[in-house]
């Protein structure tokens, strides 16, 4: 391949190429660390070590099999009640859990006959005390995941913090000169590309759990495109050959 100008990463000076590395270095180091966030966060929602589909499910759209408190009534504490009483609680629950409904519906009886004789604030043992309705209402409402609010917080500042790192990368690698023109466009758009379609994922997941696969494969890719840059952007900057010397450099080494 003829070249037939300077602008390549190969023959730059080695003060631009200390530049671009230290810069490349940083950035990856700091995706490591976003990696091991992650794991410790998302990866430990469904209650074991590794990001699976269900620790995205259960982040962005929540564990809405039931509260917790309909699932103690098929659990351990399904002798303390009737069926009948049990029911009774579990249809206040799905029609929404108010403390309008709680007294007017008789369930506020079946907690006081059957319940806090166990849940009360002197009972030393290390369980909550029903004769505050709170503690219930915090029982009975359904696990939906990430709030709206959090999700376009942590949305904003995705798209600003990771549009700017790979305005950067991205630059670096288009002074590359061994790679094709199409691959080479390809690279640098995905990232965006992805990003975009990574953050509609966490709002869609949080719909509907199917999406949470989308996820999983848009992260994946911008990590691809990432690393893929970041070595071709090395390995023309440190091991292949030079051409066409830029010497701006060596006009301060003389
Ligand atoms: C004999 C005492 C006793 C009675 C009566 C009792 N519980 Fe419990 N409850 C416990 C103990 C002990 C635990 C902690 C162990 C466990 O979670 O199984 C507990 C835990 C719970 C939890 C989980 C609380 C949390 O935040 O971890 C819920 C929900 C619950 N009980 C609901 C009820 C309901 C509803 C009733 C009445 C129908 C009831 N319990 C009656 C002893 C009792």
Redo the contacts with the bound molecule.
Sequence with gaps: MALSHNLNLASQGTSLKALFSGYLIVVAVGYLMALVQIQLTHGLADGEYGLSVDDIVYSYYGNRSGS??EN??H???KP??SDE??AQ?ITWIHQGATEETYESSGVKQ??EA??I???NADSG????D?TNFQAIKD?ALVDTGASFSSLARVSHIHLFGIAFIFMFVGLIFSLAAGVPKPLKVIAICTPYAFLLVDIASWWLTKLNPNFAWLVIVAGGSMALSFAFMWLVSMYEMWILPRRGVDDRDALLDE
Excluded: Q
Excluded at 125 to 128: D, K, N
């Design positions: 917790l408190l103690k009534l659990g351990s504490m303390m009640a009483e049990r609680i079946i907690f059957k319940c004789a166990c849940h043992m290390p369980i909550p029903y029982r």
